[in-house]
């Protein structure tokens, strides 16, 4: 596609259940980063990969929170036993490099709230 | 910590008149600034971005505006829109992340 696209667009969670959320990147990029976006706030940094590296991780919140790249394109936000404090937009991002001056462009954002 | 922050929560604004959304920075090493529009319901779309070895940049009826000296980065907005109204954020490149302020909301009135 043309854009970030992730999925689902919105998800319904019980406290405890584990979730996954997915994003496709732009073809061709190689930087690939998840952010959590709570409401009212501005976005956080959870992850960042270079292909199916991941480079950093610094900003997952828990060892709940797991994200992968396998392949290089495709990646997988995981959080296991969720809890209420994790709803929240979920954004994934991508861009050509993670060089300095590569547009990163964002996707909808998957929308996680837990009940 | 290193934080991007802005000055300002909400701005409100006529339709027609120019916008400027102010932001702080204080990691003195950052060298990329980014501001990005966020509508309710999307995601962050990108406006402009600039590089610390320039102090001006123009794109289409915004400019941004660095200020190493002290720190502060600057968004203004020419003859501001409805469709203008949104969230806007600037955002601090490192070496692999970006980091985000809290965002300032900016309402166009008619």
């Known amino acids: 596609g043309a854009g970030v696209s992730q999925s689902p667009r919105y998800k319904v969670a019980k406290r405890g259940q584990d979730v996954a959320l997915r994003c496709d990147p732009i073809?061709?990029?190689?930087?690939l980063f998840w952010y959590q976006q709570a409401l009212g706030q501005g976005p956080e940094f959870l992850t960042y990969?270079?292909?199916?590296?991941?480079?950093?991780k610094s900003g997952l919140p828990s060892d709940r929170f797991f994200a992968e790249r396998p392949e290089g394109s495709v990646s997988t936000l995981k959080i296991q036993r969720t809890q209420q404090e994790d709803s929240a937009v979920y954004l994934c991002a991508s861009s050509l490099q993670g060089a300095i001056g590569n547009t990163i462009y964002f996707g909808e954002g998957s929308w996680l709230t837990v009940v | 910590g290193e934080s991007v922050g802005l000055h300002l929560p909400t701005l409100s604004v006529q339709e027609g008149d120019n916008s400027i959304i102010n932001c702080a920075y204080s990691n003195s090493a950052s060298d990329y600034f980014i501001w990005y529009k966020q509508e309710s319901g999307k995601g962050p779309q990108f406006i402009i971005d600039i590089r610390s070895n320039m102090d001006k940049r123009q794109g289409q009826r915004v400019t941004v505006l660095l200020n190493k000296t002290v720190k502060h980065l600057s968004l203004q907005i020419a003859a501001t829109q409805p469709g203008d109204s949104a969230v806007y954020f600037c955002?601090?490149?490192?070496?692999?992340?970006?980091?985000f302020g809290a965002g300032t909301r900016l309402t166009v009135k008619p």
């Open positions: 955002a601090e490149k490192g070496a692999m992340d970006m980091r």
């Open positions: 990969f270079q292909n199916e590296a991941q480079l950093d």
């Open positions: 073809s061709g990029h190689v930087s």
